[in-house]
């Protein structure tokens, strides 16, 4: 059996594109690779070793703090190193993000092949720096390679986990003939996106639709409306069966939630985080816009007028979402994880 190192850590977006390529490799022995005390902790569980390293990003401006980053990643190099020795590991994955950088470097330092995954449209700091040591990098989105000149890099999507394609059912007691509207912030949710939605839930509401918001774990006012159309959860284990069952999401442009999105043929009102590097949110959204599958709203210009209308007037035209439903499916890619699997296969 060969044996993987996966390394994915941090959000939703880097560890549930791994977890699908690992549900596709059931011949291999993996071990996975992440931070103490992030989401990974709890999402990998026992499913698999789990090594645990600390990294930090750079962004800092003082020059010793950026010293003392240095020599954290340098150590942390040679643990991993260290772990891809002794555990005869043979090939390392990575979705991008911090945790990258040593995994690639210590498997370049060790001679065993590195995949990079990069799932958003403009690649993170790690993957331009980075993708040099790699054997291939795979894309998310097509238009990615003019980022990366000079590097393989081979576009097959972002994988997800293989619960998005088959039927899920729901266990919200939402009845089978009302309209669907879920909201999605990313896997931490978006306090902002929560609080412009709550202002518009009365007339949705009155409309029929019945509402599934993911709020994440850091709303303080999570809990304040009550309704019996409404349901708010904190986190949600089955996007899944929700996404299949939606007529539509209003979303942030995570490139993890887009693809599940297209997966799952739900049209979609995204609002990107405005903070998120390099305004990557934006170009990912961007794809879905010039697909036809989504409306795109910056979060500075959205008002609460605009997008209780933009929504009563998708839920009052469902020939405009099922147009919109068909688009979506139109930007999928239903084997990346397969790919990527192979790609693995291959470099070992
Ligand atoms: C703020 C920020 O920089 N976020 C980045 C992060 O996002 P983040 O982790 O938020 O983003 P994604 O939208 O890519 O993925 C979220 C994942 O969490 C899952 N989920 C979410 C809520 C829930 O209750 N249950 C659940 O399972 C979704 O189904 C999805 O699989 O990584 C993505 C992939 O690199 C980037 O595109 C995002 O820009």
Not at 78 to 101: D, L, N, P, Q, R
Not at 105 to 116: E, H, R
Not at 136 to 165: C, D, H, M
Request: hydrophobic share 40%; aromatic share 8%.
């Amino acid at each position: 059996m060969a044996r993987l190192l996966i390394a994915a850590s941090g959000t939703g977006g880097h560890v549930f594109p791994a977890l699908g390529v690992a549900e596709k490799l059931p011949d291999y022995e993996i071990q996975w690779l992440g931070t103490p005390n992030r989401l990974e902790q709890s999402l990998i569980g026992d499913r698999y070793p789990f090594h645990s390293i600390s990294v930090e990003g750079f962004q800092t401006r003082s020059p010793l703090k950026k010293l003392q980053i240095l020599l954290g990643l340098v150590n942390s190099v040679f643990a991993v190193k260290k772990i891809i020795k002794e555990e005869k590991i043979e090939v390392v994955f990575t979705t991008g993000g911090y945790i990258a950088s040593p995994a690639i470097l210590a498997a370049k330092l060790s001679g065993i092949p590195a995949i990079l995954h990069e799932a958003n449209y403009i690649p993170g700091k790690v993957t331009k720096l980075l993708s040099r040591f790699c054997n291939t990098v795979a894309l998310g989105f097509e238009g990615t390679k003019k980022y990366l000149p000079n590097i393989p890099t081979i576009w097959v999507s972002t994988p997800v986990r293989s619960q998005f394609y088959t039927p899920q059912s729901l266990d919200l007691n939402i009845p089978d003939n009302v309209p669907l509207i879920v909201i999605i912030g990313g896997s931490q949710g978006a306090v902002s996106v929560n609080q412009l939605v709550r202002n518009c839930l009365p007339e949705w509401l009155k409309m029929g639709v019945y509402v599934v918001h993911l709020t994440g774990k850091n709303d303080p006012d999570a809990d304040i409306f009550k309704h019996p159309q409404y349901i708010s959860l904190p986190f949600y284990d089955n996007v899944a069966g929700l996404l299949q069952r939606a007529d539509l999401a209003v979303s942030r442009a995570g490139a993890g939630t887009l693809t599940e999105l297209a997966i799952t043929k739900t049209p979609a009102i995204l609002i990107p985080y405005p903070f998120a590097a390099e305004d990557h949110q934006s170009f990912n959204a961007k794809v879905f816009v010039e697909g036809e599958a989504a409306y795109c709203y910056q979060q500075k210009e959205l008002t609460e007028q605009n997008l209780k209308d933009l929504v009563l007037d998708l839920i009052k035209n469902p020939e405009k979402l099922k147009r919109m439903s068909q688009k979506s499916s139109e930007l999928a890619v239903i084997d990346s994880a397969e790919q990527l699997s192979k790609l693995i296969k291959d470099a070992v």
